[in-house]
Every structure is written in C-alpha cells, then in structure tokens.
C-alpha cells in the first residue's frame, strides 16, 4: 500500500501549557512495496510516526494516506479496524505482549481478533511458523519457557499471522545477539519479498539501513532532515554529523582512505569484496600524482 | 605483579539438578585495573558469570574467590562491597526519586555518615557528568543519562570491580557513546577494574583483554587484536568481527600483506599507506 504524509503535525497535549510538537509538517511518499529505514535519535519523532500507521496517533495538522484509508485532523475513520488489519506493527521488546498459555494461543490471538476463521487461522500458523524460524513443536508449550529469541520469534509469528500488507518494525533486533539480530533481519527481508510488503523499519543502525532498504527518512526534532536512497543520504557525512548521527563504517572508512591518499573513491554501494579491489588497486598502482 | 582481583576455579552452575549446565569448568582471572570484556551468544553463561562474582548464584561445583575471599552464603555481604553491577534496563534500576537519592541507596544500605555521603554524591555525580541533576527526577532522564547515574550510585560506595551486564544494549548511539566515555573516565581516575559483558565491537575493542564464551565453556582468551583474527572461527559460533578485520581479510585475499590485525580504521589506513610507498 502506498503511504502519503501530507503536512503532517502531531502536538501532544494541544491547547495546555504542556504542549508539545512531536511531528512537523511532515511530508514523505512511499510507494507500495518499499522497504524503508527510519532514522533519527531518541525523541526526532520516529515512534510518533508510526504510530501514525495504524491510527494510534491522529494527526493535529494535515492527512495520512495508507492505500484507501485517510486518516485526519479530528476525522477517526470508520473503517480504523480494517486499517489495523493490513498494517502490522511489531513494537519494541514484542515479546513483552506474549499472554497466552500457549503459543498457538498466543499467535492465533490477533486473526480471531479480527474474525478470521478458525481453520484459516490454523493453516496460516502452519505457513507462519517456518518462516519466522520456529518449529511445530513449541505450538503446545507455554510462550514464557522459551528463550527470548524465541519468545520474539512467537510475537513476531503473532503480527504475520493477521497477513498485513505494511509491516512496521520499531527496532526489531534491540537486545539480540549478533546472531540473532542477523538472523531476524534476514527473515524480515525474506517475508518483505515473498509477500509483497512495504516495510517501514526503525533503526539506529546505519549498517541493516545500508543493506536492507531502498528508501531512508532520517528524522530530527520532529522533522523530515533528509530523505533518498541510502547511498545518495550515507555518503553526506557532514550532514550527517550536524545532527550527530554517524554514516555506515563502510562509507566512514572510504572517505578518510580519500584524505590520505588524496584520491577519489566514493562510496557508491559497493560490497566489502568490491571495496577491497577498488582499495588494492590504488594502493598497488604506486605514486599517484597530485 | 599485578594482584588477582577475580579467580575462577573449575567452576560448574547449573539452575536445577535436572536442567542442562550452563558453565561447565571454567577457570579465569581477572587481575586489578584491568579491563575485561566478555562476549558470547546470548544463553552462552556470560551473564551467569556476572551473578556468579557477586553471589546472586553460586556454583555446584569449583570454587570463586574475590580479593583473595572465597565466594560464599557469609562473605557475599562483604563481596558486595567490593563488586558493583550495572544492568541493561535503565529503567529497572533506578530506586529513588531524585538523581541524588538514587545514588544514596547504595551508601545508606552500607551506613555511610551522612556528611560523607553528600561529599560522595557530588564526587561520583562529577566522575559521570550529572552533577548539574542532583535533583531531577528519573521520568525526565534519558536512558544514557540513567544509566550513569546508576553507576553513579556504584561509584559511591567505591568498589574494586565494576561489572556491566549489557548497560548499553537498550541504549541508543549517543546513550552509548555517553557510557564509554564515561567509563574510560572513571576508569582513569579510580582504581577499577571493569567488567563489559556485551555484543557491541566497539566496546569489545577498548578493552584489555576478552573471554569468549560458548555453550557454558571458555571458547578464548585473548587480547582483542588476537580475538578478531580468529574471524571465521567467531562468526561459526555466532559472533561479529568489527568492519576493519573484515575488510582487511579481503585485502589479504587480494595480496596485499598487511603486518597485523588492524583494530581500527587508523591501523588499517596506516598499513596501507605504508605498503603504498613502498611499491
């Protein structure tokens, strides 16, 4: 589904000395099928924004466009339950929402809650459970006896199960190993492609933003700072570092492998393999003239 | 000679008799002002490790000494003392409702003098950089800001080792690089040695020697630069290797002899510019 933010503000407390602007006129276009990284600090706006999503925040100012829904100032959408269907959003720490006894429970929760029928909800769990990387016999077993990859796991399994068509990841690798955190990426990327998703993800890392997505929003103080593909938006380091965040390890080594050998070598998405060819010919290709 | 801060011997844990071990004989030292960071996968037994030093656990079998006193039920409460522990939800830890009762917990449980007290909640105040907060609340703190007050409050009560169990993993960039710093800061001033239990490279990098964990047994241990050469070995048990080692392993598959494990972008550029002037 095509996502449109159209003068988008968001004030917390409107109208009361507390005041507050999280979002400011905020514009961005999504195309359907994206896989987006957002970008900024703790307090840019980035959770004020998804929550924008789904309707869990209602613009102050302005329209959201999700697919057909709109959603504006002071205008709740009849339709806000079908809108939550087809837009999954896995929180911070999902497994600190597991309740069921059991993890079949627990990841059928969502579909029932939303009036999908029973035998659909159990073919969807069959279909679900290999791909977030669990297997069919933890489906009887208590959520809370699992390790907390798996435990994410089952959350995870619990937002696919409802078959959203936008997927909203609010720092899904937080807390993993590097394993782990490589291994839930992955997967995501895998479903975003297997099933046509537009994935909006949330991250402080520039690295998964590098290699996952094709669109970055970095946010500052409640505002659009800048937006393009990664490579076009990692290689401006000095804006970059005005807001005090870092480019990619990759794009920070190439730049000051320029300075010292005063030669030019952008970064223009290449892989490791690709930057070490590019660095050993001109380190082997002897003086190079000033 | 350095004195040994931390001696594990043999040392074997399980949760239950039935359940499976999750240290299985290990034995390591830890010596004064050292600074140790412990990586492995998640449920490797790091953490275990953590509460093992300062008696929340204590072993079936082998035997923990700290400061040269055996680990036991009648010496924790002394042990106490001497290890200080930072955990990784920063909102779990904070007990008082202002900055500077926060870190008078810890000196009121122990009976410090009250005018001691305020002289040391102003000098570990500083060591982190919140002396300008003594009274604010928590809810109005960042995460990277709680954090240092909790160890603030560790620092108060003056310990020989200070242990941080994932401090920075909840954390954003900035929260984390507040923490390092002040770590590398604190640990310049006070006689310490810190313990880092984490998967973040970065602070793997600044510390003066790792132990990797694997399934409940010492998999290495190794000076950092030793570490990240053992590259593929690390990533087939589950763990990272910093952008450089990776890099620089590609330039030496493409010919290029690099002296020694580069750390950081420095070293590797360094090497390379050396290797350039001499073609």
Redesign the interface.
């Known amino acids: 589904m095509d996502i449109t933010f159209n003068n988008v503000s968001y004030i917390y407390q409107e109208n009361s000395p507390f005041a507050h602007k999280a979002i400011e006129d905020l514009n961005f276009h999504i195309p359907s099928g994206s896989f987006v990284a957002v970008i900024g600090h703790t307090g840019s706006g980035k959770s004020t924004l998804i929550q924008h999503l789904n309707g869990l925040a209602m613009p102050s100012r302005g329209e959201v466009t999700i697919g057909d829904f709109h959603l504006k100032a002071k205008e709740k959408p009849k339709n806000m339950r079908e809108l939550r269907s087809k837009v999954g959003v896995v929180f911070q720490y999902p497994e600190h929402q597991l309740f069921e006894e059991t993890v079949v429970k627990d990841i059928a929760f969502g579909p029932e809650n939303f009036g999908v029928e029973k035998a659909v909800i159990e073919e969807r769990i069959r279909d679900i459970i290999p791909a977030v990387g669990l297997s069919e016999d933890i489906l009887e077993r208590s959520p809370f006896d699992l390790s907390g990859g798996q435990m994410r796991r089952v959350a995870i399994a619990g937002v696919m199960a409802v078959q959203p068509e936008v997927l909203v990841l609010d720092e899904p690798t937080a807390g993993l190993d590097p394993r782990g955190q490589k291994e839930i990426l992955q997967m995501f990327y895998e479903l975003h492609k297997r099933q046509g998703l537009t994935t909006i993800l949330v991250t402080h890392s520039m690295e998964d933003a590098l290699k996952y997505a094709d669109h970055v929003l970095i946010m500052n103080k409640g505002k659009k700072y800048m937006e393009g593909n990664p490579v076009e938006v990692f290689t401006q380091k000095d804006a970059l570092h005005k807001v005090q965040l870092d480019v990619p390890e990759s794009v920070a080594f190439l730049s000051k492998f320029e300075k010292r050998f005063k030669y030019s070598l952008p970064f223009k998405g290449q892989t490791v393999d690709e930057m070490a060819e590019d660095i050993r010919r001109v380190v082997q290709g002897g003086r190079i003239d000033e | 000679m350095r004195e040994k801060l931390i001696e594990f011997r043999n040392v074997s844990f399980r949760y239950r008799e039935e359940h499976p071990w999750v240290l299985k004989n290990c034995s390591f030292e830890i010596y004064e002002d050292e600074s140790i960071a412990i990586i492995?996968?998640?449920?490797s037994g790091k953490s275990t490790i953590a509460k093992l030093i300062n008696g929340l656990l204590f072993p079936q079998e082998g035997e923990i000494l700290i400061a040269g006193k055996p680990v036991t039920e009648e010496t924790i409460w002394d042990i106490r003392k001497d290890v200080g522990m930072v955990f990784?939800n920063p909102d779990n830890q904070f007990v008082g409702t202002t900055v500077q009762d926060d870190v008078a917990f810890g000196m009121e449980n122990r009976g410090i003098p009250r005018e001691e007290m305020i002289a040391r909640i102003e000098e570990s105040l500083t060591a982190v950089g919140m002396q300008d907060y003594h009274l604010t609340e928590p809810h109005r703190l960042?995460?990277g800001q709680k954090q240092r007050v909790a160890i603030a409050g560790v620092l108060a009560v003056s310990p020989k080792v200070l242990i941080l169990d994932?401090a920075t993993?909840?954390l954003?960039?900035?929260?984390r690089t507040e923490i390092m710093n002040t770590l590398n800061q604190v640990q310049e001033k006070n006689n310490l040695s810190l313990i880092t239990i984490t998967?973040d490279l970065h602070e793997v990098v600044q510390s003066d020697r790792v132990i990797v964990m694997n399934h409940g047994e010492i998999w290495d241990e190794a000076t950092p630069r030793e570490i990240f050469a053992k590259k593929h070995a690390l990533r087939e048990i589950?763990?990272?290797v910093?952008?450089?080692a990776?890099?620089a392993d590609?330039?030496q598959?493409?010919?290029?002899a690099l002296t020694k494990e580069p750390l950081n972008?420095?070293e590797?550029?360094e090497e390379?510019?050396t290797?350039?002037s001499t073609?």
Do not use: Y
Request: net charge negative.
């Open positions: 492995g996968h998640n449920g990784q960042s995460g994932e993993a909840m954003d960039p900035k929260g998967h589950g763990l990272d910093p952008f450089v990776i890099l590609e330039l598959v493409k010919g290029l972008h420095e590797l550029l390379l510019w290797l350039h073609t």
